[in-house]
């Protein structure tokens, strides 16, 4: 949301932007690469950094900075909180009683997806069942129904000169390809994303609107297993996600 100058606070934007250049890529950090990847001198990051550390969102060992448990606070307000997250989850719950299988509920962040409910099997899989998880949005099944729901035009300017990187052989890559199966998406309202995120795992994912009819997230199912490959999944499971958004809909 814009706001005026007046009211934007630097020094905040900048904590948060060093906060935020920890990830599953970059765990640990020292000054040079935290300014590296948060835009700032690296005098400027190393500030942000110890103040970081002194208030307890961060460990140190002196010379690398990491996360402590102390950021959790801010995702498990937001789960404890948020309406979305509990309007939906007994709907997951009842998938996964009904199928045995992993559901997820799921909104977009920028050129990611991130999962805010979820609920089945709890092995683990590389493809991230977490709640909190992020997950390239033009590799996923989520992904790609979120950026349908989104105008043409501002899908157009999403995709406009952004790298999509390359994760397993199957993954799209290309941005005119990436155009098409959007487009599809668009016309189906549904999604399949086979092996593109990681091999071996498929997901089918719908769209979760309220009553407006204003998408507000998605809701896919992910499985690993043989017997579900990608035309059994639209056989057998599409026409359950189809019903669950559907009986969802008052509740969003």
Same mark, same amino acid.
Request: net charge positive.
């Given at each position: 949301?814009?706001? +005026? ?177 959007? +487009? ?8 399949? +994303? ?9 997901? !089918?994912?719908?769209? !979760? ?44």
């Amino acid at each position: 949301m814009p706001i +005026a100058r007046a009211d934007f606070i630097e020094g905040m934007a900048k904590g948060l932007a060093v906060l935020e250049s920890f990830d599953t890529e970059r765990q640990r950090l020292n000054a040079t690469l935290a300014a590296q990847r948060a835009g700032l001198t690296r005098a400027a990051a190393r500030r942000h950094l110890l103040t970081l550390a002194h208030l307890g969102y961060l460990e140190t060992d002196g010379s690398h900075f990491w996360l402590s448990p102390k950021v959790l606070r801010f995702s498990g307000s937001y789960l404890a909180s948020a309406r979305l997250p509990r309007a939906i989850q007994p709907t997951l719950d009842r998938l996964a009683a009904r199928t045995g299988e992993a559901f997820s509920a799921v909104v977009l962040d920028g050129d990611q997806v991130v999962i805010i409910a979820r609920s089945g099997p709890t092995r683990l899989l590389a493809y991230g069942l977490h709640l909190g998880a992020r997950l390239p949005a033009h590799a996923t099944s989520t992904g790609r129904v979120l950026l349908a729901a989104r105008p043409r035009a501002e899908f157009a300017a999403w995709l406009r000169g952004r790298e999509l990187p390359r994760l397993t052989a199957h993954t799209t890559t290309d941005p005119r390809r990436l155009r098409e199966v959007v +487009a599809q998406v668009r016309e189906q309202d549904w999604c399949v +994303a086979s092996e593109e995120h990681e091999l071996g795992v498929h997901a !089918l994912a719908v769209p !979760l609107r309220n009553l407006e009819g204003r998408v507000v997230a998605a809701l896919n199912v992910v499985t690993a297993r043989d017997r579900l490959l990608p035309p059994t999944l639209q056989r057998d499971l599409l026409p359950l996600l189809q019903e669950a958004a559907r009986e969802a809909r008052p509740l969003l």
